[in-house]
């Protein structure tokens, strides 16, 4: 049906309610604490909703549906894991957080191994975000890219533009509450869509699972013991864990959000709803993606994509009624915004207060600390649109954004870890476990290991690489 003048105007009219909301947060920002902790005083469902639209976004609209579309349901294994630990996080991770005040997850690794581990482990954390999220943030661009025929770089600084204007100004607390709203936006746009699917059919729902289920795309589980699937029932459960552990526990993109609690009870609770909600939200973008495969196999004509990725897209713009591909469509580029104004703010927040406040000590009145919040702001966004144009050669958004994660998470969480339960591991021990946990991650991506086992080998090699060279050291030096 293509694009109307009613969708764009849909579309024009989220971006600019998202650049009024952060005027209207603007008002609250008065120091860094504001800026980047939303004066802590941001009630737990919000934070919850936040946390959702900050994980899933553009990866999950259209991103999930792709991957079942070329395949099946089997990533759905990982949202078992990815539950368990959450529940593993707010009991064992979140305490410790609560303990004085913290503005990012790197101060509670100063308090235990000393401040060049904080720059350590906050740079991995700056490498991994600016990368995963540059993937995040081409993947919006693929719609808008096909709406408006602009090229993928102006598509990605479009989006940008809009996002750091609300982000610049408003900072957490816009980027929560907008978070909350968004994601109600995005959902119920896919919920739309879904139904329009159904009803676009013909034999309706019915037709579109016998074809889904002759070609095996319901399947769930598979409880295969091969290593070199992707998607196991053990691989799902055990990679899940590890990589929610990281993405929640060490990961100030997420972390930051549950420092701006009012309390440990409430940050606790964030946090595990959020794992019933994304257990939920996967199925339903996976049935999305299960449902397209059988509706372009009715009318394989319609079907004209260069990649797995733009399936969704594609069905939303040349078949959704007018008004309802706009509002789709703003729904991904809410999802979008979501993700990279949470990026953009923990990326601003970790600069500040683990290097420059750390190493410069600058002496900043309140006004000025917010002004450079704003300032590294910025200079963040320009990077994230260069790697956006440079992911465009990666593959699959979902699963490039993920294996970059993926990547770099073990020697994280591996530190974590030992910062929680090892009182004898000191910082010499712990910076060289996560240089041998990286440099283990480098043969175990070149071998073409599958990515949902990355953060449980990249954690195992640094807890066990730190307790043998204290082991060695001990010795040595006794």
Not at 185 to 196: P, S
């Amino acid at each position: 049906m293509g694009f109307t003048l009613l969708d764009y105007g849909i579309v024009l009219i989220t971006m600019l309610g998202s650049i009024l909301l952060g005027f209207y947060f603007s008002r609250f920002q008065q120091s860094a604490k504001d800026y980047f902790l939303g004066g802590r005083d941001i009630p737990w469902f919000a934070i919850s909703l936040s946390i959702v639209a900050t994980e899933t976004s553009t990866l999950t609209f259209i991103g999930v549906p792709a991957l079942a579309f070329g395949g099946n349901m089997t990533f759905l294994q990982l949202t078992i894991g990815y539950l368990i630990a959450r529940i593993l996080v707010s009991f064992l991770f979140l305490p410790a957080y609560y303990r004085g005040e913290m503005f990012t997850a790197y101060t509670f690794i100063k308090n235990r191994f000393g401040r060049k581990t904080q720059t350590a482990t906050a740079s991995v954390f700056l490498v991994t975000r600016l990368l995963a999220d540059g993937v995040r943030l081409f993947a919006t661009a693929i719609p808008l890219a096909i709406i408006t025929g602009f090229s993928y770089p102006v598509s990605i600084a479009i989006i940008c533009a809009v996002t750091i204007i609300y982000t610049y100004l408003g900072g957490l607390k816009a980027v929560i509450w907008l978070d909350a709203i968004q994601l109600t936006i995005y959902l119920f746009g896919a919920i739309l869509a879904l139904f329009i699917i159904i009803d676009r059919t013909p034999g309706g729902l019915e037709q579109l699972l016998a074809i889904s289920r002759d070609a095996g795309k319901l399947q769930i589980f598979d409880f295969s013991f091969d290593l070199s699937s992707t998607y196991t029932i053990f691989s799902g459960v055990i990679g899940g864990i590890f990589l929610s552990l990281a993405s929640h526990g060490t990961d100030q993109l997420i972390v930051q959000r549950l420092l701006a609690c009012k309390t440990l009870k409430g940050s606790q609770k964030a946090l595990i709803t959020s794992g019933v909600v994304v257990m939920l939200q996967f199925f339903f973008f996976l049935s999305i993606g299960v449902l397209l495969y059988a509706f372009y196999t009715h009318f394989p004509e319609k079907l004209a994509i260069s990649k797995n990725d733009e399936i969704f897209p594609l069905f939303i713009i040349n078949e959704l009624p007018s008004g309802l591909s706009g509002l789709v469509i703003a729904a991904i580029f809410a999802a979008a915004m979501s993700t990279l104004s949470s990026s953009l703010n923990s990326l601003a927040s970790s600069t500040i207060m683990d290097f420059v406040k750390p190493y410069f000590k600058p002496a900043w009145d309140e006004a000025k600390e917010l002004f450079y919040a704003r300032l590294t702001t910025l200079g963040w966004a320009v990077l994230l649109i260069g790697i956006a144009i440079l992911s465009s050669q990666w593959g699959s958004v979902l699963e490039s954004g993920l294996k970059i994660a993926s990547f770099t998470y073990g020697a994280l969480l591996g530190t974590f870890l030992l910062g929680l339960f090892s009182k004898k591991v000191s910082q010499f021990e712990v910076i060289w476990a996560m240089v041998i946990g990286l440099l283990i991650m480098i043969f175990v991506n070149a071998s073409g290991f599958p990515w949902p086992w990355f953060v449980a080998i990249g954690t195992t090699t640094t807890v066990l690489s730190g307790l043998l060279i204290f082991q060695i050291r001990s010795k040595i030096f006794v």
